[in-house]
């Protein structure tokens, strides 16, 4: 017998095998930079949002001291408010009684302290009703930290008291920041 010579070129399919792996190599390097952009970018959505809950946290724990500060507050003013109280039940206090001129939006607002009429405030102010109310409060002796009750009459059927009682309500609202022992009420004397 005779032994034959067997060639075997396997050439061309080493140049698809290599092609084969040159691709997946590529690929595969694509996939992983990829995933270290994805977690690059979860890592930073991460970090914002433990910021944003690290900051709100503060705010909330701010909120909570404010908080307990007004009710340590109420406990050591509960004299004072209660000498409030006796003061208004007595006919003082300050309030504002809310006068329709004329059909529209005009009106007129009388403070009076103690019974007493100490001012007026006319519609024409009312880009400055703020600034009016704590002139009024200061011209009736009240500082920021005492207890002032305040009362808002005014007559439900008067034409033009639904768009002038917000415009105060919302002034005592805005000066109760700087008087926080402002207490206000109104009240409708319409029959």
Not at 22 to 34: C, I, K, M, P, T
Not at 48 to 66: F, G, I, T, V
Not at 134 to 143: P, Q
Request: hydrophobic letters at 40%; zero cysteines; aromatic letters at 8%.
């Amino acid at each position: 017998m005779k032994v034959r010579e067997i060639i075997l070129d396997f050439t061309s399919l080493l140049d698809v095998v290599m092609i084969i792996l040159f691709f997946f190599v590529l690929y595969s390097s694509l996939d992983a930079e990829n995933a270290a952009e994805k977690a690059k970018a979860a890592e930073a959505s991460y970090t914002e949002m433990q910021e944003q809950n690290e900051k709100e946290q503060q705010e909330w724990r701010e909120k909570a001291d404010e908080e307990w500060d007004r009710l340590l507050s109420a406990d050591t003013n509960a004299g004072k408010n209660q000498q409030a109280l006796s003061a208004y039940n007595e006919g003082k206090g300050i309030t504002f009684n809310l006068h329709e001129v004329e059909k529209g939006d005009v009106w007129t607002l009388s403070v009076l302290a103690d019974g007493k009429r100490i001012g007026k405030i006319s519609s024409d102010d009312a880009r400055q009703l703020r600034g009016k109310l704590k002139e009024m409060l200061e011209k009736a002796g009240y500082g920021t930290e005492d207890v002032v009750i305040a009362t808002l009459t005014f007559n439900g059927n008067d034409y033009g008291t639904e768009a002038a009682v917000p415009k105060v309500e919302n002034a005592v609202m805005g000066i109760q920041r700087e008087y926080k022992n402002l207490y206000f009420t109104t009240i409708n004397i319409s029959k």
